[in-house]
Every structure is written in C-alpha cells, then in structure tokens.
C-alpha cells in the first residue's frame, strides 16, 4: 500500500517537473548580443536606404544628383557593414556568409540602378528592384540568424 502511494507521488511530482520545465524554456526568449543588434541596425540603415534608392529611380522625374548622392551613401554603408563582419571569428562564418549575401544582392541592385540612371533602360530599372527585393527577404531572414548566433 505504501508503495502504491509512494509511487502515485513520485509521478505526480515528476509530471509537476517535467511541465514546469517545459514551460520555463517556452518563455525563456533569447535575446540578440550587443555586437548582434549592432549588425542588425546597420542591417535596418541599409534596407532603408535601398528601399529610398530604389523609390528615387522609380520617380518619373528622376533627379539624378539625388539618386546618385543616395546610391554613394547607401555604397559606403554597405562597405562599412562589409569592414564590420570581416573582423568576426570563424565561428560565425553562418552570420558573415549570410550578411555577405545580403550585401552583394545590395551591391547589385545599386550596379543597376547606376545603369538605369544612365541608360534609362527600363530592363536595368526592373532588375534593380528584383535583386533589391531578394536582398530585403534575405535580410529580414537573416535577422533570426543572427539573433540564433547570439544564444
């Protein structure tokens, strides 16, 4: 008899430890490292900054010193990032590969903007927006990433 109590017990109380523990990890939220939100702002920058590039050049009264000022600033912010996340261990080669992706998408998409100022070549303008929006999706995606590295 005792021991179909003792044992009724000690189900109770690993049942009562088992759900508490499951409940504690569902709460317990991660948060990104100082050095992880620092790329994630520089990530935000230049996302916006993209996304002002490629409403300049879509305007039908594009001013073109505006978009290239624009395309100039959004560069060095990339370059920056760049000379950022080269300085990271090999351990996180997943974050630099990652926000490496990101930026050449970034890159490209100014390549093309450049162009489609030149040019004024619609294909160039259609490619500059495509590749931007590539690089945006990836970017959003690669916040979890980066928020994952900082556990």
Not at 118 to 130: F, G, K, P
């Amino acid at each position: 008899m005792n021991f179909k109590k003792l044992s009724i017990i000690f189900v109770i109380a690993i049942l009562i430890f088992t759900n508490s523990v499951s409940i504690v990890s569902a709460i317990e939220i991660y948060s990104p490292t100082k050095q992880g939100n620092e790329y994630i702002n520089d990530l935000n920058m230049i996302d916006n900054n993209m996304y002002m590039v490629i409403k300049l050049i879509s305007k039908d009264n594009l001013d073109k010193d505006d978009a290239i000022k624009q395309i100039n600033y959004a560069d060095s912010l990339i370059k920056g990032l760049h000379s950022k996340i080269s300085k990271l261990s090999s351990k996180e080669d997943d974050v630099v590969l990652s926000i490496r992706a990101v930026l050449s998408f970034y890159k490209l998409s100014l390549l093309k903007a450049e162009d489609y100022i030149q040019t004024r070549n619609t294909e160039d303008l259609i490619d500059s927006i495509s590749t931007f929006s590539i690089g945006y999706n990836a970017s959003t995606s690669l916040r979890k990433i980066i928020n994952e590295a900082g556990k």
